[in-house]
């Protein structure tokens, strides 16, 4: 299969073209529930999408499944859960539970509950990931800890913790979203739900190096196709809906032309 390409159709039968073990790290956000349509057809074969990542992730390689759940006759349908726990249950670990809590962005108001203001962003590893690229943000609190221990023979000693300006961020990302906060490139709003570019920027960073090869089986808007093009990644897209096919092709067509978004 070709690298660097997208590929219009259903990935489940696009996908048994992609070599065993090929791929460095998925990157990806189905459709679920009835929280996004998609040309009125959310009909898919999840498990058999769960088996076919398995198969083409290399051993260390890792999956971004980026999920929310609907609230139907007043409960929440736990789908993200139950793909989470099937992901295990084919041989992946549940590395990290994530959370995208959703900067300048609300949802309409409930009368019973808080509005949602964030997704799970599960990272699913085959093995021990083999790459982990962690961001760090700046501390809050600087300057160096005095640290008091107590010695068996019941001294107290104190030594010095010296500390770096900056820390690991935590598994909880607050990103902008909503119109022209997601990105700067108008056309991507023609889909229905799309990557924030951060998001999509912040975790091939993390998971992947230069030259590693991503796939996006529900591309979407082609946002990940461009944060891999910005980063020196390589990736295969894969779209059902040909009018988003269509929206991907314009943005990475127009991104070669005028360089970065």
Known sequence: ??????????????????????????LTSPPYDN??????????????????LYRVTKDGGVVVWVVGDATIKGSETGTSFRQALYFKEIGFNLHDTMIYRKGGFSCPASSKRY????EYMFIFSKGSPM?????R???????????????ANGETVKRTNIMSDTRLKS?????????MRSTK???????????????????????SNEGDLILDCFAGSGTTGVACQNLNRNYILIEKEPKYYEIINKRI?????????
């Not at 005095?146 to 010695?151: A, D, N, V």
């Not at 598994?171 to 119109?179: A, K, L, M, R, S």
């Not at 067509?253 to 978004?261: I, K, P, Y």
Request: proline share 4%.
């Open 115 to 118: 509005f949602q203001g964030f």
């Open 131 to 135: 790459t982990f690229n962690g961001i």
């Open 137 to 151: 943000e700046p501390r809050t609190t600087k300057g160096n800890r005095i640290i008091t221990s107590r010695q």
């Open 35 to 52: 929280l996004r349509t998609y040309g009125g057809n959310l009909q898919w074969d999840f498990e058999g999408i769960a088996k076919e």
């Open 171 to 179: 598994n909880v990302w607050d990103i902008d979203c909503g119109y």
């Open 253 to 261: 067509t127009e991104h070669n032309l005028q360089g970065r978004f």
């Open 1 to 26: 299969m070709d690298i660097n390409k997208v590929y219009l159709g259903d990935c489940l039968e696009i996908m048994p073209s992609i070599g065993d073990k090929s791929i460095d790290m998925v």
């Open 185 to 207: 490139d108008k056309l991507a709003y023609e889909h229905p739900a799309l990557f924030p570019d951060k998001l999509a920027h912040d975790h091939i960073v993390t998971w």
